[in-house]
Antibody
Framework: EVQLVESGGGLVQPGRSLKLSCVAS????????MNWIRQAPGKGLEWVAY????????YYAETVKGRFTISRDNAKNTLYLQMTSLRSEDTALYYC????????????WGQGASVTVSS | DIQMTQSPASLSASLGETVTIECRAS??????LAWYQQKPGNSPQLLIY???SLADGVPSRFSGSGSGTQYSLKINSLQSEDVASYFC??????????FGGGTKLELK
């Protein structure tokens, strides 16, 4: 069974940093591109970042470019999102999501990690 | 970036009814469209991709259609377990992958 389990969320002050992790199981993690997608409270979905299976291709949403860094450790089956210079508008539930093997859609999602940016 | 507009934002329907949700893209996305279902308190799940292909395990009462800039998700014979929010997503031109604002489906 495919499983994605996020961790590392919490309450953080504006301007501070936080690092999310997503541990994958039930599939060959190193074969799949991965995404971070967030959902502000009561709002829709916003794609945040993507990393290809071998980390050769990395993309960011304009809203987080220069502040967030996506990375992965295929030996540990783990995806990361390092978030710096956090703002109140970054408050959201952050999901890691697997890119479909043969296409660009997200075919598996974790349960999410909650990030609240507030003083 | 391609903008995705969904309608309606919320919808109330009865059990057994047929429901249709619309999604409009700001430009032609050539059927590169997915639908996701997010049940209350859960993470989104892939429902349909390539505008009309059902993801694994999705009941056949769900169907997708459309072309160009206009797409729709249809649910035949609405069941209680279909209460959820539904999001469309384009992947014709990415990054960024962009989502519609969502449609919240409730039972009448």
């Amino acid at each position: 069974e495919v499983q994605l389990v996020e961790s590392g969320g919490g309450l953080v002050q504006p301007g501070r940093s936080l690092k999310l992790s997503c541990v994958a199981s039930g599939f060959t993690f190193s074969n799949y591109g991965m995404n971070w997608i967030r959902q502000a409270p009561g709002k829709g979905l916003e794609w945040v970042a993507y990393i290809s299976s071998g980390s050769s291709y990395i993309y960011y949403a304009e809203t987080v470019k220069g502040r967030f860094t996506i990375s992965r450790d295929n030996a540990k089956n783990t995806l990361y999102l390092q978030m710096t210079s956090l703002r109140s508008e970054d408050t959201a539930l952050y999901y890691c999501a697997r890119r479909q093997y043969y296409g660009p859609v997200m075919d598996a999602w974790g349960q999410g990690a909650s990030v609240t940016v507030s003083s | 970036d391609i903008q995705m507009t969904q309608s309606p934002a919320s919808l109330s329907a009865s059990l057994g009814e047929t429901v249709t949700i619309e999604c409009r893209a700001s430009e032609d996305i050539y059927s590169n469209l997915a639908w996701y279902q997010q049940k209350p308190g859960n993470s989104p799940q892939l429902l349909i991709y390539d505008a009309n292909s059902l993801a694994d395990g999705v009941p056949s009462r769900f169907s997708g259609s459309g072309s160009g800039t206009q797409y729709s998700l249809k649910i035949n014979s609405l069941q209680s377990e279909d209460v959820a929010s539904y999001f469309c997503q384009q992947y014709n031109n990415y990054p960024p992958w962009t989502f519609g604002g969502g449609t919240k489906l409730e039972l009448k």
